[in-house]
């Protein structure tokens, strides 16, 4: 189907700081009168990581507005800081030194002054004259009650913000800026007009014991009913655990009842009753009672030669660091795959929540909840024809502030063939904010061994041996998160780790690589060229799941293609953008953008088609749940003595990886490692 889209291009929205006196701004982030009671450790931490990196001006001086950047937070009350004023050792308290030069009086003196200027010559100005400079974009995580806030602004349908476009391209009237004449250029008020096509969506293979044995999604979306599980996956031992205290221990036991039948209903081998009943406890004691549970269940199964196969876990709303705590615990010191469920849904246990959760449950003890019937039937050019692996490949930094914490890369492959749905994944922490995958191979020396080789690629291409009995002959890696400024540069350093990995296996190894980029931080918008033509947009106005633009606003030389493979739901649909930077398989557009497309419709959690291709979204989830096995740093980094000037003493260095080496994560238990433990 061929029809015009309309295009735009950046777009965006931003979160800004308020220009407030910097005490207004500390008042407000603590939420109470900061005049009252001195400020605790944990205050002083969460101020310094609002205020690091924030330009403020100084108001005491009069007209002289003179700006700084801050650097952080004395460890002493401004009552408390002094500083030499001449050469004789003649010393000043800061509260003085502001009375007489500038006639100041300080009132606030329990409070700890701003750090700005440099480590080697730290400046320390008092809070309260000081304001923030206005203007500043606001780079650090927001809370969820900002998210909210922000997205009601943003959140758009497509007609409502191709009329905000335009009207914001006439106001600023840009066809008239003098700049833009001076240079020739023309500025058209007008859209991009230009051509797409909308891809069939592929039929997807059901278990033949079920009422419908296959389905044709419509509209990027379909359901279970009347379907069961292509690979149902089996939990003959399971136990369950509430850390919610709300929750009654009959309630956990109906809740487990009710999704045992929903696993079995959707086509998994699911005992119907747990291990050991439902164990009730604190969310402070979570590791002693994963671990004296798991401990109670295996002396029970231990001696019929099983394992136990999965946990159901029961949280609270809000639970804090439970989470990630018990994901740590269960997948790096107890080899246990677990679902957790929230206290609200325990209690509206519905069917359409029932279903998602077995979904997740099936692929997380290695089932396969759908394929695509062209995989099953050989009909995908370059993969059905010679065994195929597909890479996803993603790295995620920590939040900006964060500068002690490391980046987290995450490489997940496909451990089926001709299926390509089942996808074993690894994690692994490397330096701050570093982008090339430092793990995807290794070399080592060993005492024993002498010279080994190793690293994320090569222990994947080893998986799939196992599983498949066969070695890839060609090899797929889509690789999410790099800007286009860092495209050669890790196009280069990770497929010479591509093909070292390879050669490693053996001498003469070297299948042809696809190497794609997968990028959806970018502002460009695709609009119906009719809004109100059905055949062309979906229920919430987006343009249509499966719309392809392979011309006009993509490279004029290169091989890239925007794709909106997944139906809107709210705002306006953002289309991913695929850019191929090494292609040996020899893809034609066509063959490139179908299997991409096609594959968007193999998500294991739901049965809608997703936004982007599933291998990049696991690496993504799995290098998220990563972050979760780090040691939590809540140490205030960068704090400094006193001294109103001179060198800083007691604060420890804010950059540990310049040349420290980053501390491993904890290894993944081999048993989670095979199955898709991050959905």
């Given at each position: 189907?061929?029809?015009?889209?309309?295009?735009?291009?950046?777009?965006?929205?931003?979160?800004?700081?308020?220009?407030?006196?910097?005490?207004?701004?500390?008042?407000?982030?603590?939420?109470?009168?900061?005049?009252?009671?001195?400020?605790?450790?944990?205050?002083?931490?969460?101020?310094?990581?609002a205020?690091?990196?924030?330009?403020?001006?100084?108001?005491?001086?009069?007209?002289?507005?003179?700006?700084?950047?801050?650097?952080?937070l004395?460890?002493?009350a401004?009552?408390?800081?002094?500083?030499?004023?001449?050469?004789?050792?003649?010393?000043?308290?800061?509260?003085?030194?502001?009375l007489?030069?500038?006639?100041?009086?300080?009132?606030?003196?329990?409070?700890?002054?701003?750090?700005?200027?440099?480590?080697?010559?730290?400046?320390?100005l008092?809070?309260?004259?000081?304001?923030?400079?206005?203007?500043?974009?606001?780079?650090?995580?927001?809370?969820?009650?900002?998210?909210?806030a922000?997205?009601?602004?943003?959140?758009q349908?497509?007609?409502?913000?191709?009329?905000?476009?335009?009207?914001?391209?006439?106001?600023?009237?840009?066809?008239?800026?003098?700049?833009a004449?001076?240079?020739?250029?023309?500025?058209?008020?007008?859209?991009?007009?230009?051509?797409?096509?909308?891809?069939?969506?592929?039929?997807?293979?059901?278990?033949?014991?079920g009422?419908?044995?296959?389905?044709l999604?419509?509209?990027?979306?379909?359901?279970?009913?009347?379907?069961?599980?292509?690979?149902?996956?089996?939990?003959?031992?399971?136990?369950?655990?509430?850390?919610?205290?709300?929750?009654?221990?009959?309630?956990?036991?109906?809740?487990c009842?009710?999704l045992?039948i929903?696993?079995q209903?959707?086509?998994?081998?699911?005992?119907?009753?747990?291990?050991?009943?439902?164990?009730?406890?604190?969310p402070?004691?979570?590791?002693?009672?994963?671990?004296?549970?798991?401990?109670?269940?295996?002396?029970?199964?231990?001696p019929?030669?099983?394992?136990?196969?999965?946990?159901?876990?029961?949280?609270?709303?809000?639970?804090?660091?439970l989470?990630?705590?018990?994901?740590?615990?269960?997948?790096?010191?107890?080899?246990?795959?677990?679902?957790c469920?929230?206290?609200?849904?325990?209690?509206?246990?519905?069917?359409?929540?029932?279903?998602?959760v077995?979904?997740?449950?099936?692929?997380?003890?290695?089932?396969?909840?759908?394929?695509?019937?062209?995989?099953?039937?050989?009909r995908?050019?370059?993969?059905?024809?010679?065994?195929?692996?597909?890479?996803?490949?993603?790295?995620?930094?920590?939040?900006?502030?964060?500068?002690?914490?490391?980046?987290?890369?995450?490489?997940?492959?496909?451990?089926?063939?001709?299926?390509?749905?089942?996808?074993?994944?690894?994690?692994?922490?490397?330096?701050?904010?570093?982008?090339?995958?430092?793990?995807?191979?290794?070399?080592?020396?060993?005492?024993?061994?002498?010279?080994?080789?190793?690293?994320?690629?090569?222990e994947?291409?080893?998986?799939?041996?196992?599983?498949?009995?066969?070695?890839?002959?060609?090899?797929?890696?889509?690789?999410?998160?790099?800007?286009?400024?860092?495209?050669?540069?890790?196009?280069?350093?990770?497929?010479?780790?591509?093909?070292?990995?390879?050669?490693?296996?053996?001498p003469?190894?070297?299948?042809?690589?696809?190497?794609?980029?997968?990028?959806?931080?970018?502002?460009?918008?695709?609009?119906?060229?009719?809004?109100?033509?059905?055949?062309?947009?979906?229920?919430?106005?987006?343009?249509?799941?499966?719309?392809?633009?392979?011309?006009?606003?993509?490279?004029?030389?290169?091989?890239?293609?925007?794709?909106?493979?997944?139906?809107?739901?709210?705002?306006?649909?953002?289309?991913?953008?695929?850019?191929?930077?090494?292609?040996?398989?020899?893809?034609?557009?066509?063959?490139?953008?179908?299997?991409?497309?096609?594959?968007?419709?193999?998500?294991?959690?739901c049965?809608?088609?997703?936004?982007?291709?599933?291998?990049?979204?696991y690496?993504?989830?799995?290098?998220?749940?990563?972050?979760?096995?780090?040691?939590?740093?809540?140490?205030?980094?960068?704090?400094?003595?006193?001294?109103?000037?001179?060198?800083?003493?007691?604060?420890?260095?804010?950059?540990?990886?310049?040349?420290?080496?980053?501390?491993?994560?904890?290894?993944?238990?081999?048993?989670?490692?095979?199955?898709?433990?991050?959905?």
């Amino acid at each position: 189907m061929i029809y015009m889209v309309f295009i735009l291009a950046d777009m965006s929205s931003t979160a800004f700081i308020e220009p407030l006196p910097v005490i207004d701004f500390v008042a407000q982030l603590l939420s109470r009168d900061i005049s009252v009671r001195p400020l605790s450790d944990s205050d002083r931490v969460k101020i310094k990581k609002a205020l690091r990196g924030v330009k403020v001006e100084v108001t005491h001086r009069g007209n002289m507005r003179r700006k700084y950047r801050i650097s952080g937070l004395t460890s002493q009350a401004t009552r408390e800081l002094s500083f030499p004023v001449d050469d004789r050792g003649t010393v000043k308290t800061v509260v003085q030194y502001f009375l007489e030069t500038y006639g100041f009086n300080i009132q606030h003196t329990t409070l700890p002054c701003l750090q700005v200027g440099n480590q080697q010559r730290p400046n320390y100005l008092p809070m309260e004259v000081c304001k923030i400079v206005e203007g500043q974009r606001y780079s650090k995580r927001l809370n969820e009650k900002q998210i909210t806030a922000l997205l009601k602004v943003t959140c758009q349908r497509p007609q409502e913000r191709e009329k905000d476009i335009l009207q914001t391209v006439h106001h600023n009237a840009y066809y008239e800026d003098p700049y833009a004449q001076e240079f020739g250029i023309k500025i058209d008020e007008r859209l991009a007009s230009v051509e797409a096509r909308v891809l069939p969506p592929p039929r997807l293979k059901y278990h033949d014991s079920g009422r419908e044995k296959d389905v044709l999604p419509r509209i990027g979306q379909w359901n279970m009913m009347n379907k069961k599980m292509v690979n149902g996956g089996r939990v003959s031992h399971w136990a369950c655990i509430n850390f919610s205290r709300n929750v009654q221990d009959s309630a956990a036991r109906g809740f487990c009842h009710e999704l045992a039948i929903m696993c079995q209903i959707s086509g998994m081998d699911f005992a119907p009753e747990p291990v050991l009943p439902p164990l009730t406890a604190r969310p402070e004691h979570v590791e002693r009672a994963l671990k004296a549970r798991y401990q109670d269940a295996m002396n029970i199964i231990r001696p019929q030669g099983r394992e136990l196969d999965l946990l159901i876990v029961i949280l609270p709303d809000n639970n804090g660091s439970l989470y990630g705590d018990l994901k740590r615990i269960c997948e790096t010191d107890l080899g246990l795959v677990s679902q957790c469920c929230l206290t609200k849904h325990v209690f509206k246990m519905s069917k359409q929540y029932l279903a998602n959760v077995a979904l997740k449950i099936n692929v997380k003890v290695g089932g396969r909840n759908t394929v695509l019937v062209d995989a099953l039937t050989r009909r995908i050019p370059l993969v059905s024809d010679r065994p195929t692996i597909i890479f996803g490949a993603d790295v995620t930094h920590p939040h900006p502030g964060e500068d002690s914490s490391p980046s987290i890369a995450a490489v997940v492959a496909s451990q089926d063939w001709p299926e390509v749905t089942k996808y074993a994944g690894l994690v692994s922490a490397q330096a701050h904010r570093q982008e090339l995958i430092q793990d995807l191979f290794k070399v080592w020396q060993d005492p024993q061994r002498g010279t080994v080789t190793g690293g994320m690629i090569k222990e994947l291409l080893i998986s799939f041996k196992r599983a498949t009995g066969q070695k890839p002959q060609r090899i797929i890696f889509y690789r999410d998160g790099v800007s286009e400024g860092q495209f050669y540069q890790v196009l280069l350093y990770e497929l010479d780790a591509i093909r070292k990995a390879c050669a490693s296996l053996e001498p003469n190894y070297q299948p042809p690589v696809t190497f794609v980029v997968v990028q959806k931080r970018h502002h460009t918008r695709l609009f119906a060229n009719n809004h109100n033509d059905q055949r062309t947009v979906d229920r919430s106005g987006n343009i249509l799941p499966g719309t392809v633009v392979d011309s006009k606003i993509c490279h004029p030389t290169e091989f890239d293609f925007y794709l909106c493979s997944h139906a809107g739901i709210q705002g306006t649909s953002r289309p991913a953008h695929y850019h191929v930077l090494w292609d040996e398989n020899k893809f034609t557009a066509d063959e490139l953008q179908t299997l991409t497309n096609n594959l968007c419709y193999t998500y294991a959690r739901c049965t809608r088609s997703v936004s982007i291709v599933p291998p990049a979204y696991y690496a993504h989830l799995a290098a998220f749940r990563a972050r979760f096995y780090m040691e939590p740093d809540t140490s205030d980094s960068g704090s400094m003595a006193s001294g109103a000037r001179g060198p800083p003493q007691g604060g420890r260095n804010t950059r540990p990886f310049g040349n420290v080496a980053v501390r491993p994560l904890p290894a993944l238990k081999e048993n989670v490692k095979r199955v898709m433990f991050y959905c």
